[in-house]
């Protein structure tokens, strides 16, 4: 069986001082209680960059003015694959908070720390520290 082919746009919100928000994902979900840059799926026929901001404003409540993909990861789970589009995201209107009642704070891009992130994020750790 052929597994199924997720799509994801993940921001790396970052502000002037080098401080990355980032959200907790909530019970439940796939790869619960760690740590995630937020963002979410594709949905059909729509570009990555087009994702990203209607996901930010549904998830953290920003309206991204400035963004640029940062990179793409392709990453292998057992039951599926998934392909992540990161985008430093560098302006943006209101303060991001967890819309949906996840919990999020504001981290030193050079305390991220890898292991509280799921495996296909990790990456991204390295290349921000």
């Known amino acids: 069986m052929e597994k199924k082919h997720l799509y ?3 921001g790396i919100i970052r502000n002037d001082d080098h401080k990355i928000f980032i959200t907790e994902r909530p019970s439940g979900t796939h790869m619960a ?3 995630e840059f937020p963002g979410g799926k594709l949905e059909h026929g729509e ?4 994702a990203l ?3 930010l404003e549904e998830e953290v409540g920003i309206i991204v003015t400035e963004c640029e993909l940062f990179h793409c990861v392709e990453h292998e789970f057992d039951e599926r694959r998934v392909t992540l589009y990161f985008y430093m995201v560098s302006r ?4 991001p908070y967890g819309k949906e009642g996840q ?3 504001w981290v030193d891009q050079k305390d991220l720390v890898a292991s509280e992130f ?3 994020n990790r ?3 390295d290349m921000l520290k």
């Open 118 to 120: 799921p495996p296909a």
């Open 47 to 50: 570009q990555p960059e087009d």
């Open 123 to 125: 990456i991204i750790i």
């Open 33 to 35: 209680g760690f740590w």
């Open 103 to 105: 919990k999020s704070r």
């Open 53 to 55: 901001i209607r996901e």
């Open 92 to 95: 943006w209107e209101n303060e």
């Open 8 to 10: 994801i746009a993940a």
